[in-house]
């Protein structure tokens, strides 16, 4: 490989907006900018490297009015880049994004590129609270290429059952597997508790932090008014929080670029390779086994492999955390000890951190950028989760020049998620007789009142199904109370929907 055309992150920049008026909050655009200059600061070169940008890439943000927002960020930067992009939306995208440019970089497509996103969702929050019309620039002209495919996560059948946001998706996979791993409900809570509270550690020393506290593993799990339950297993404080007012950015150059422009070497980090996959199974009802991603192992795995190295000379990690079984899928694919002290973060993890929509991943990046500037040598692994654990990526990166031949982000073959379950397992439309259930979850209600029941399980016959329980409280109260997966139900239709009557 030319060792002009190495990746190397450069300069990282981040905003944190808490408690604005609408009527003052910083508009997209604004934090898009001040994010964009502090990365170049960061990179030591200024207004003189965004100049020079030949590449924009922005991660789709809520809520985006513009018809091309790069081209206004341009504009406001004094950019002229011969390329523009804009990203599907996902958790995994800013990693995606990241591993996209840097093999533009490695061939010799791009020299000096820009990544940023943001999110305003409290804002907005706030505005509509208060009746208020945000005036928040429009237009930007040309037409920017899209990085991914715009695709839904959940289908339509899934989301008449309740299966239609992230809180109320992930817990049938946190229940899938707790019940693999043979873990009694009050042994699993204090697990739960156990793994995130260091996340809230890392996150009350983060300056960029939506919620910069501490909190126990008792904290976490324990119900409250405050900590009301959301979806069974879990209560508000292990949900990510997706309503904040945060940006980010990255400079990412070629050597011969970042030479040119006088950045000081001991500012790189550079790009050792990446890997992204996608499920399968697609709809997250159609998983063939609710306690596996192999697509998750893949791209995890793959990016490892490009890197050339083992996960066990990986220093930092910041895997990506909307939910806790998010970090456990992750440690149950790579063979890890969910008590490794290398820990599983950087940023503090989306319940904390803060989660901003897409963004997210660039906020870990731009720690993990200073995280191993600090660590002179050390390797760091940033991972991406979009949907409902469907798409996934992850990088590494390390502040030492990567031996040997050119990065890349491919995946490997054979893969090493060969001989894992992956085929689509279609639900009946309408199932009857016997079941058993494979995975299920609670919904409450805002006063803290179970609400709807989800199970998802297979007929006698092997066949899947979606369905919720009977409404009745007390049903539901049991419902939780003690372990429901192998449990054998009736199934049946009321009013045109599938009933699973445990009785």
């Not at 898009?32 to 590449?55: K, M, Y």
């Not at 289908?155 to 049938?172: C, V």
């Not at 976490?220 to 008014?225: K, N, S, W």
Request: hydrophobic fraction near 35%; charge should be negative; proline fraction near 7%.
């Amino acid at each position: 490989m030319r060792d002009d055309r190495t990746p190397i992150l450069v300069g990282g920049g981040q905003l944190v907006q808490r408690d604005a008026d609408p009527r003052e909050a910083l508009k997209p655009q604004e934090m898009l900018e001040r994010v964009a200059r502090s990365a170049a600061a960061d990179a030591g070169a200024g207004d003189r490297l965004l100049r020079e940008l030949d590449s924009i890439g922005l991660v789709t943000s809520y809520p985006n009015r513009a018809n091309n927002p790069v081209r206004l960020l341009a504009e406001r930067i004094g950019a002229r880049p011969a390329h523009e992009y804009v990203t599907e939306v996902g958790g995994q995208i800013g990693v995606t994004l990241a591993n996209f440019l840097a093999e533009r970089i490695t061939r010799g497509e791009t020299s000096t590129a820009l990544i940023a996103g943001c999110n305003n969702l409290k804002t907005v929050a706030r505005a509509r609270q208060a009746g208020i019309e945000l005036d928040w620039t429009g237009g930007g002209e040309g037409e920017p290429e899209l990085v991914g495919e715009l695709k839904m996560g959940n289908s339509d059948y899934e989301a008449r059952y309740g299966l239609d946001t992230p809180p109320h998706i992930y817990p049938i996979f946190e229940n899938a597997l707790r019940a693999r791993r043979a873990l009694d409900l009050e042994t699993h809570r204090k697990q739960l508790g156990e793994l995130f509270s260091p996340f809230s550690k890392v996150a009350s020393e983060n300056p960029y932090a939506w919620f910069p506290t501490y909190r126990s593993p008792d904290e976490l799990t324990t119900v409250t008014p405050q900590n009301r339950m959301i979806a069974f297993p879990y209560p508000k404080y292990l949900n990510a929080v997706l309503a904040t007012d945060q940006a980010a950015a990255l400079v990412m150059t070629s050597v011969a670029a970042a030479r040119a422009l006088g950045i000081p070497e001991e500012r790189w980090i550079y790009w050792w390779g990446g890997a992204e996959a996608v499920e399968q199974a697609w709809w997250p009802s159609e998983r063939p086994d609710f306690a596996a991603c192999p697509a998750m192992l893949d791209s995890t795995a793959g990016a490892l492999a490009n890197a050339g190295i083992g996960i066990d000379e990986i220093g930092h990690f910041d895997f990506y955390s909307c939910f806790p079984v998010a970090v456990e899928m992750a440690c149950e694919m790579l063979g890890l000890d969910m008590n490794d002290s290398r820990g599983f973060t950087v940023t503090g993890g989306l319940p904390y951190a803060g989660g901003p929509a897409s963004a997210y991943t660039l906020h870990s990046l731009a720690v993990m950028l200073q995280r191993l500037r600090d660590d002179p040598g050390s390797k760091g692994l940033v991972t991406g989760n979009g949907w409902y654990l469907t798409k996934h990526a992850a990088g590494v990166w390390s502040s030492a020049p990567r031996p040997g031949d050119a990065p890349q982000a491919s995946l490997p073959d054979p893969l090493p998620s060969d001989g894992m379950e992956k085929t689509p397992c279609p639900a009946v439309e309408q199932p009857s007789g016997r079941g058993v259930i494979e995975t299920y979850t609670v919904l409450y209600d805002r006063e803290g009142a179970p609400e709807r029941g989800i199970v998802l399980g297979r007929q006698t016959d092997g066949r899947r199904f979606v369905a919720n329980t009977p409404g009745d409280r007390s049903l539901l109260e049991g419902f939780v109370a003690d372990e429901q997966i192998g449990r054998e139900g009736t199934l049946s239709q009321r009013d045109g929907d599938n009933v699973f009557d445990p009785a």
